[in-house]
C-alpha cells in the first residue's frame, strides 16, 4: 500500500531559527512529490514539486531535497519567520499518472514563535 | 483572481439532510477535485473530473455524488448526511493531469453533522 510518512508531527522553535521537515513514502512507481504548506483554516498552497532527477529545489527560504533512492524528502526552512506557522504537507504522486495517485502525508505542524 | 472558490464555508447538518457544496474555478482548468481531509489524517479523494460532462470516483465516494456540466462548476452532493462526514472538505483544480502540474485548492468548507 502507498504510504507517505512525515515527522515530526509537530514541532516549535524560535523565530529566527532554521528547522528541517522529514517526508519518507513508499509510493512505487514514483512520479514526482509536492511539499505544501497549509495554514490554519486554509486550503493547501504549493511550495515546491520536484521529480525523480531533481536532488534540490528552492523557493525563497524554503528548500526542499529528494532522494528518489531512499525514498526520503526533506523541506528545510531557513530563517524561520512567525508567518511560517503552518502545517506542511508532503505529497507523492505514482505512476500511471492519474487523479487517484496522489498520496497525502499528515503533515507537520509547524508554530514559530518570539 | 478569484482561483477556486468554495461555498459554504461553514456548515451544520442534521441526520439524514442533503446538502450541495459548490466549487468553481476561473482558471479554465480541466481537472477539478473533491477532497475531505479529517483531523490527524492526509487527504483522501473523493470524487474527481478530468472535463465537462466527465467524473470518476477516488477513494471515497460513498455518500456522495459530483456532476461536472460546465468546466467552470463542479458541485459535491451529499445525500442522507452521515455523523462520519463530519470533515474538512476541499476542492481543487489543475491544468491537466501532468506530472508537473501544480494542484490550487479553494479555501475549504467545514461541515459538521450533528
Known amino acids: 500500500k502507498n504510504q507517505v510518512e512525515q515527522s515530526p508531527q509537530s514541532l516549535i522553535i524560535l523565530e529566527g531559527k532554521n528547522c528541517t521537515l522529514q517526508c519518507n513514502y513508499t509510493v512505487s512507481p514514483f512520479s514526482n512529490l509536492r511539499w505544501y504548506k497549509q495554514d490554519t483554516g486554509r486550503g493547501p498552497v504549493s511550495l515546491t514539486i520536484m521529480t525523480f532527477s531533481e536532488n534540490t529545489k528552492s523557493n525563497g527560504r524554503y528548500t526542499a531535497t529528494l532522494d528518489a533512492d531512499t525514498k526520503q524528502s526533506s523541506l528545510h526552512i531557513t530563517a524561520s519567520q512567525l508567518s511560517d506557522s503552518a502545517s506542511y504537507i508532503c505529497?507523492?504522486?505514482?505512476?500511471?499518472?492519474?487523479?487517484?495517485?496522489?498520496?497525502f502525508g499528515t503533515g507537520t505542524r509547524l508554530q514559530v514563535t518570539l | 483572481n478569484a482561483g477556486v472558490t468554495q461555498t459554504p464555508k461553514f456548515r451544520i447538518l442534521k441526520i439524514g439532510q442533503s446538502m450541495t457544496l459548490q466549487c468553481t474555478q476561473d482558471m479554465n482548468h480541466n481537472y477539478m477535485y473533491w477532497y475531505r481531509q479529517d483531523p490527524g489524517m492526509g487527504l483522501k479523494l473523493i470524487y474527481y473530473s478530468v472535463g465537462a460532462g466527465i467524473t470518476d470516483k477516488g477513494e471515497v465516494p460513498n455518500g456522495y455524488n459530483v456532476s461536472r456540466s460546465t468546466t467552470e462548476d463542479f458541485p459535491l452532493r451529499l445525500e442522507l448526511a452521515a455523523p462520519s462526514q463530519t470533515s474538512v472538505y476541499f476542492c481543487?483544480?489543475?491544468?491537466?493531469?501532468?506530472?508537473?502540474?501544480?494542484?490550487?485548492f479553494g479555501e475549504g468548507s467545514w461541515l459538521t453533522v450533528v
Open positions: 481543487a483544480s489543475s491544468p491537466r493531469e501532468y506530472r508537473g502540474n501544480t494542484i490550487y
Open positions: 505529497v507523492v504522486r505514482g505512476l500511471p499518472v492519474g487523479a487517484s495517485k496522489l498520496t
